[in-house]
Nanobody, 112 residues
Framework: QVQLVESGGGLVQPGGSLRLSCAASRSINTMGWYRQAPGKQRELVAAFTGRTGTNYADSVKGRFTISRDDARKSVYLQMNRLEPEDTAVYYC?????????WGQGTQVTVSS
């Protein structure tokens, strides 16, 4: 079993930055971030597709960066130039032994 603990959400003005963190209970290659806005389906934001490969949603390319720290069993999402459309609950995801694991979610609100 895998536990994921997220942190770093909050309220930020348009154009601002936030950094999300996700600590896993074990080291996992395939981890990423998803988000779900009110009334919308959960969507991929950014993910590691293996040890080093990455995949980004078109809407965040050039603004968001996913990174990892294997020693801390953690992944991060640096979000720059945030837009009101980025407002959502952000979820950390890990895929391990054929199972998707999810964090509890952290709210990101972009508003002036």
């Amino acid at each position: 079993q895998v536990q994921l603990v997220e942190s770093g959400g909050g309220l930020v003005q348009p154009g601002g930055s936030l950094r999300l963190s996700c600590a896993a209970s074990r080291s996992i290659n395939t981890m990423g971030w998803y988000r779900q806005a009110p009334g919308k389906q959960r969507e991929l934001v950014a993910a590691f597709t293996g040890r080093t490969g990455t995949n980004y949603a078109d809407s965040v390319k050039g603004r968001f960066t996913i990174s990892r720290d294997d020693a801390r069993k953690s992944v991060y999402l640096q979000m720059n130039r945030l837009e009101p459309e980025d407002t959502a609950v952000y979820y950390c995801n890990a895929y391990y032994s054929g199972i998707d694991y999810w964090g509890q979610g952290t709210q990101v609100t972009v508003s002036s």
